[in-house]
């Protein structure tokens, strides 16, 4: 490759550097997007995150088709990164200028800030500003926090294998479709790119699953165990329908390798919603049952999590190209099947483990509200009421 335009890499080892800076920079975002979606899961009444779970699955499958196109139609692959950048800014603007504050700590120094700034009076006082966290201290929180956790629980250990594999699976199937479906089906690329769309569909069809099913029988269980907090085991029921289809649909992808590119094509549908099913189960899982440290325990799982999906393409064309595709196929099915009992397990012996966990309490207290964390310190001494 010879570069036409100085911001575009112009060689391959350039292209390798600019993408690991990419890959740090998503990790990066998906470190600090987890303690934003555990507020969002805190305080969003309907516990419905299933809308932004999808995007995980949608993003691999559109990716493709339109550079699948793109090479199809000629274009340069320069415009690639061009659209990306423009997608990334665009984000990026949505980000900083529509996505408000929500962390009641820092909302409580804003306030103290504009009492300050309307009556002159230097008492006005947020907790936070109170605390004097070391460089030191806060760079250990962030950074080693997630893997204490990780390393003391077995329990998410277990989870975060179990959740690596699906995750990897899914960044497997974009190098095993072309060797499937352009190599073995004859299928240009744009073409062999429209395969992957059954991946959202698949997605689309577990949000239904959850929205009908799942969800509702979560809030009669709030119901039910009102008012102390439902068991996370609940969130794990989504999985017992999940975990199995995973398996079913590596081995039906191996034996129906022969037939038609339809039957194909409609058979993949299954993975994605088998698989978007325990991500969805055991992220909420993650989040009830550690509380307190959900952000670096969701932290922790993330990370292992990316580097799955980054390894597992590296291999996955070798793969199926030494093993042949049915035969690949069946192996990672025989994978998921030896994982499969994970969510069955932890919906059996979750609460013990819990109750030996230093970081999950078998009952979690409350999670505090802004209007029930720390108050103001007026000139008074005394506290001052949240407002509405």
């Known amino acids: 490759m010879s570069g036409e335009h100085p911001s575009i890499p112009p060689d391959n080892a350039s292209t390798v550097n600019d993408v690991f800076i990419e890959g740090s920079r998503a990790e990066k975002q998906s470190g600090s997007a987890t303690p934003i979606k555990e ?8 516990n419905d995150p299933e809308n932004p779970q999808l995007a995980p699955f949608a993003g691999p499958a559109i990716g493709p088709t339109i550079s699948g196109y793109l090479q199809v139609s000629g274009v340069s692959w320069r415009w690639i990164f061009w659209l990306l950048a423009i997608f990334a800014g665009v984000c990026f603007l949505l980000i900083v200028f529509t996505l408000p504050e929500t962390y009641g700590p820092v909302l409580l120094v804003k306030k103290a800030k504009r009492l300050r700034n309307e009556t002159g009076d230097s008492r006005y006082v947020a907790p936070l500003e109170l605390t004097n966290v070391s460089f030191t201290q806060r760079l250990k929180n962030i950074l080693l926090k997630p893997f204490v956790v990780l390393i003391r629980e077995p329990m998410l250990i277990a989870i975060t294998a179990y959740m690596s594999f699906i995750y990897g699976n899914i960044y497997l199937l974009l190098q095993a479709y072309p060797v499937v479906f352009t190599q073995g089906h004859h299928l240009n690329t744009g073409v062999s790119g429209l395969m992957l769309l059954n991946l959202p569909v698949g997605g ?24 102390q907090p439902v068991p996370p085991e609940i969130r794990l029921e989504m999985t017992l329908i999940g975990a199995p289809l995973f398996v079913i649909a590596f081995f039906w992808f191996g034996v129906c390798l022969g037939v038609s590119v339809f039957f194909i094509f409609v058979r993949p549908s299954l993975p994605s919603s088998s698989s978007y099913d325990p991500s969805l189960s055991l992220i909420n899982y993650i989040v009830d049952a550690y509380l307190f440290v959900a952000a670096s325990a969701l932290a922790a ?15 996955a064309t070798q793969m199926y190209e030494a093993l ?43 999670v505090p509200t802004l209007s029930e964390a720390p108050t103001l310190t007026s000139p008074s001494g005394e506290n001052m009421p949240q407002e509405k």
């Open 301 to 315: 799982n993330t990370f292992v999590r990316s580097i799955a999906g980054a390894v597992f393409p590296l291999f």
């Open 324 to 366: 042949n595709p049915r035969w690949a196929s069946t192996l990672l099915g025989l994978i998921a099947l030896v994982m499969m009992p994970i969510p069955f397990v932890l919906i059996k012996f979750g609460p013990r483990l819990r109750r030996n966990s230093k970081y999950a309490p078998s009952k979690p207290k409350e």
């Open 39 to 46: 507020q969002i899961l805190v305080t969003w009444e309907e």
């Open 204 to 227: 689309v069809i577990a949000v239904f699953i959850y929205i009908l099913w799942v969800n509702p029988r979560y809030e009669r269980a709030i119901q039910k165990h009102a008012p």
